[in-house]
């Protein structure tokens, strides 16, 4: 059975009854930052050049992708802006028909403000963890503090919506969020708060959590009830949706761990090695690249992929399994998923 969105066929179809038409590619494991929740403190073995896809096979997976149904592709990394060539794949991807957008750490964006243009990008989400320069140095091992505030600027100035994501770490960034939501009184921005997920090398573990809770009982305490607003989720929506009524944007709670979003979930990931991931937490991936350079269909794998996707956090069901650093250490690093 198919379901459509859109008047486009969604052929995508798990055996929970969920429509998949929303993909994300990661198209580098190279990053020019070192997050601490994203990275191994000692880094990571990088997959050899040859067994990356190229342009040619990115674009030409995803055009499949677009054939079953897929209407929005989102660019990762790593860092999607390092890769050499970035710019030709986002141009020729913004031709495919489809909402493009990416997620990037905004040090690059000044180079591509012309190719996001082109290729109809009008939304980016960047990841920004502390509103604070020594807090943001030594979270992301690097200091690019000043040039990511020039790049942000910078797209305000053209238009563009963007979306800040923040992963709140207890202790770290949690005395931080009314500073972010009071960015949103005057620029049009989403403040996206991330719970803080397990990964393998990223040091989970629950004490480090700030809940979904947590961040609205420090929300609510410093705005009055009546000023906090519940904004109407999008469908398939990851995120928890508030504003405060007088201000300009809006904030929102990503909560994976707490309130996971499965049952509307309609993701699908491909990581930069060309192996497809039918949900961020599972450890199972299938090869596409191995059976597209063998000349092969790759639709067959695309279906027996999705039929095989569990109803909740790649099997990890419960509070203990998601806790069982035996079963997320299984899993790869953030950086090699594709955020």
């Known amino acids: 059975m198919v379901s459509t969105t859109e008047n486009k066929t969604i052929q ?3 055996t929970h009854g969920r429509g998949h038409n929303y993909l994300r590619i990661s198209i580098t494991e ?7 929740y994203c990275m191994p403190a000692e880094g990571i073995a990088l997959t050899p050049r040859a067994h990356l896809m190229t342009a040619d096979e990115i674009v030409t997976i995803a055009q499949t992708f677009v054939n079953l149904g897929v209407t929005k592709i989102r660019l990762t990394g790593g ?3 390092v890769r050499r060539d970035a710019k030709q794949i986002i141009q020729r991807l913004g031709k495919l028909g489809v909402e493009l957008t990416l997620t990037t750490n905004g040090i690059l964006v000044h180079e591509f403000i012309d190719t996001f243009k082109e290729a109809g990008i009008t939304t980016l989400n960047v990841s920004i963890d502390s509103l604070q320069k020594d807090k943001f140095n030594t979270i992301t091992r690097r200091n690019y503090f000043d040039k990511l505030w020039e790049n942000l600027d910078l797209l ?20 931080e969020i009314i500073d ?8 049009n921005l989403q403040i996206r708060f991330i719970e803080f997920m397990p990964f393998d090398g990223n040091q989970w573990n629950k004490e480090k959590l700030v809940s979904y809770a947590e961040i609205m009982e420090q929300v609510e305490s410093f705005y009055s009830n ?3 607003k519940r904004i109407q989720d999008k469908p398939n929506d990851t995120a928890k949706n508030h504003k405060i009524e007088s ?10 761990v707490t309130n996971p979003f499965c049952s509307t979930c309609n993701r699908i990931r491909l990581t930069a090695d060309g192996k497809l991931k039918n949900c961020l937490f599972s450890n199972s991936e299938t090869s596409l690249l191995d059976t597209l350079r063998a000349g092969e269909s790759i639709e067959p794998l695309i279906f027996q992929n999705i039929k095989s996707k569990h109803a909740m956090r790649g099997g990890m069901d419960d509070d203990a399994k998601f806790q069982n650093p035996e079963l997320f250490s299984q899993n790869r690093s ?5 955020g």
Do not use: W
């Open 226 to 228: 009546e000023n906090v």
């Open 180 to 187: 972010f939501i009071e960015m949103t009184k005057d620029r």
């Open 30 to 36: 190279h990053c020019n930052l070192r997050c601490t």
């Open 79 to 81: 860092e999607p802006l």
């Open 334 to 338: 953030m950086i090699k998923i594709g």
């Open 12 to 14: 995508m179809q798990d």
């Open 247 to 256: 201000y300009r944007g809006s904030f929102s709670v990503i909560s994976s």
């Open 156 to 175: 305000d100035a053209n238009g563009f919506q963007v979306k800040l994501n923040v992963v709140m770490i207890k202790g770290f960034n949690d005395n």
